[in-house]
């Protein structure tokens, strides 16, 4: 996740720091509506639901269904039933979180640059 180590480090330390100040300003004006900001991701499970004699029970799973693997407050992941009414604006929502950490990422590999510079404003 941290761009400036992970190798991009060298194509921004190449740019000017007008040209770094240029990429984050259009990097901030990418930014999704943070509003429904949704951290975690979306899995789809087959569930057995344990009858004698169902299909589930001969490796044919009930589902797939949609959950949410979200990390609580305590730190443990754990995954929340999502209804498939839901599915799609949570598939959105996560999707739009996911592009604004890759956009949060670019941001301070940037202001890290400049940092380095001792030009951070």
């Known amino acids: 996740m941290n761009e400036h180590k992970a190798g991009a480090g060298a194509a921004l330390g190449e740019l000017t720091s007008r040209q770094l100040r240029a990429r984050r ?16 991701s ?10 004698e004699g169902c299909r589930c029970t001969r490796g044919e ?5 949609v959950y949410l693997s979200v990390v609580r407050q305590s730190g443990r992941r754990s995954l929340v039933y999502v ?7 949570l598939r959105r929502k996560v999707l739009a979180g996911e592009e604004a950490q890759r956009l949060l990422a670019q941001i301070s590999a940037i202001n890290l640059e400049l940092f380095a510079r001792r030009e951070l404003e």
């Open 42 to 51: 979306l899995v789809e499970q087959g569930r057995r639901c344990g009858k």
């Open 25 to 40: 300003r259009r990097a901030l004006g990418r930014l999704p509506d943070l509003e429904g900001y949704l951290a975690g």
């Open 61 to 65: 799973p009930h589902g797939p269904y």
């Open 83 to 89: 209804p498939e009414a839901l599915a799609g604006l």
